[in-house]
T-cell receptor
Framework: TQLLEQSPQFLSIQEGENLTVYCNSS?????LQWYRQEPGEGPVLLVT?????EVKKLKRLTFQFGDARKDSSLHITAAQPGDTGLYLC???????????FGTGTRLKVLA | NAGVTQTPKFRILKIGQSMTLQCAQD?????MYWYRQDPGMGLKLIYY???????DKGEVPNGYNVSRSTTEDFPLRLELAAPSQTSVYFC???????????????FGPGTRLTVT
């Protein structure tokens, strides 16, 4: 069974602080995605990374795919209350059409 | 363009009852998925489909059935509902981007199901 472990599970920080969320697995992924989910809604795709070592930036969010394509990180600079939500990583292994989701990181940014 | 729609939004079932969760997409995506999300957790894949007439099991298929007779619709059937099936159910559709062989998933708003 493939597992994607996210850490930390919960994070509560003050507005303006930086944070990093990690997504780790023993499996190699062809592509890895990050989603944000707000209460009562479905997840919304933030980014897809496909190449080992790849770094993508989305405004204050920086996503990195590990060199071995087994792990990924999400770094948020100067967090804002609007960043509050559940962050999910999801990986797809070669030869499949399905994504396995991580355990989730619940972020709360206090004003 | 409504994206992915799900009905109903909420439902309460008694143990042993059956129901069908509806999912439809208007983006002409080949790939569709059903997930369940327990409180504070990530998503678990129940079933998925790569096209009309083709379905396959995910991580947690027991107690569920699916069919895919058209590209647009992917209903999920619960037979003999059990309390363990209390969850939020999300339907998603995706297309092959061609870039790095990835699939961009779009999710519906979810169906909150309680079995008592």
């Amino acid at each position: 069974t493939q597992l994607l472990e996210q850490s930390p599970q919960f994070l509560s920080i003050q507005e303006g602080e930086n944070l990093t969320v990690y997504c780790n697995s023993s499996s190699v992924f062809s592509s890895l995605q990050w989603y944000r989910q707000e209460p009562g809604e479905g997840p919304v795709l933030l980014v897809t990374v496909v190449t080992g070592g790849e770094v993508k930036k989305l405004k204050r969010l920086t996503f990195q795919f590990g060199d071995a394509r087994k792990d990924s990180s999400l770094h948020i600079t100067a967090a804002q209350p609007g960043d509050t939500g559940l962050y999910l990583c999801a990986g797809r292994t070669s030869g499949t059409y399905k994504y396995i989701f991580g355990t989730g990181t619940r972020l709360k940014v206090l004003a | 363009n409504a994206g992915v729609t799900q009905t109903p939004k909420f439902r309460i079932l008694k143990i042993g009852q059956s129901m069908t969760l509806q999912c439809a997409q208007d983006m002409n995506h080949n790939y569709m998925y059903w997930y369940r999300q327990d409180p504070g957790m990530g998503l678990k894949l129940i079933y998925y489909s790569v096209g009309a007439g083709i379905t396959d099991k995910g991580e947690v298929p027991n107690g569920y059935n699916v069919s895919r007779s058209t590209t647009e619709d992917f209903p999920l059937r619960l037979e003999l509902a059990a309390p363990s099936q209390t969850s939020v159910y999300f339907c998603a559709s995706s297309y092959f981007t061609g870039t790095g062989y990835s699939y961009e998933q779009y999710f519906g708003p979810g169906t909150r199901l309680t079995v008592t």
